[in-house]
């Protein structure tokens, strides 16, 4: 099953500083890029937070609260 995990607080702010520099990635980009490896986990990324980006090799999405969630493909 393909799982959201909160991310470390030293990962939080680096993605923190990361998007305030840069515009995260657009929610529909990534959610649409979701839905061919995790169709279950793209909706719910969908319904459930509010921007998303790709960052050292992996996808983070930001929810409601600012917490950045890493996107775990492997399980």
Not at 2 to 16: G, M
Not at 67 to 75: E, F, I, K
Request: charged letters at 25%; hydrophobic letters at 35%.
């Amino acid at each position: 099953m393909k799982t959201l995990n909160p991310v470390a607080d030293e990962v939080q702010e680096t993605l923190d500083r990361l998007t305030d520099q840069v515009a995260a990635e657009s929610l529909p980009e990534v959610v649409e890029l979701l839905n061919i490896k995790a169709p279950a986990l793209g909706q719910e990324i969908e319904s459930s937070f509010q921007s998303c980006t790709w960052w050292d090799g992996d996808y983070y999405c930001q929810d409601e609260n600012w917490r950045w969630h890493s996107v775990d493909l492997t399980q």
